[in-house]
């Protein structure tokens, strides 16, 4: 069940990256769409998408490790390679087009 969770999960967090790389960042919270001008949006949700979209396929690939039977320490290193691959470019994003987090 818990494998059948972080698909799901895995899923939608790359159905939001997908509307995001798309230029749609109505899905982050407002204080990102106020600050982000409406030339940089495309730009911007390109890359917060990306990085969504890269979280959510390793969270879908662990899933599916589960399973096949990997253990959970291959699961575990799966998903901390998803995030230190996807989060840097939300970050990079955040900073760039916001400049902050908050």
Same mark, same amino acid.
Do not use: D
């Given at each position: ?27 982050? @919270?407002? *204080? @990102?769409?106020? !600050?982000?001008?409406?030339?940089? !949006?495309? %730009?911007?949700? !390109?890359? /917060? ?5 890269? /979280?959510?396929?390793?969270? /879908? ?5 589960? *399973?096949?039977?990997?253990?959970? &320490? ?13 989060? %840097?470019?939300?970050? *990079?994003?955040?900073? &760039? *087009? ?5």
């Amino acid at each position: 069940m818990e494998n059948l969770f972080t698909i799901i999960i895995g899923f939608v967090l790359v159905l939001i990256g997908v509307s995001n790389f798309k230029g749609n960042i109505n899905s982050l @919270h407002s *204080y @990102h769409i106020k !600050r982000v001008t409406e030339e940089n !949006r495309l %730009p911007f949700g !390109r890359l /917060v998408g990306a990085g969504t979209i890269i /979280v959510g396929g390793f969270l /879908v690939l662990s899933g599916v490790l589960g *399973y096949t039977g990997a253990t959970e &320490k291959i699961q575990e290193a799966v998903l901390i390679a998803g995030f230190l691959a996807g989060l %840097p470019l939300i970050l *990079y994003a955040m900073f &760039k *087009y916001n400049k902050g987090i908050f």
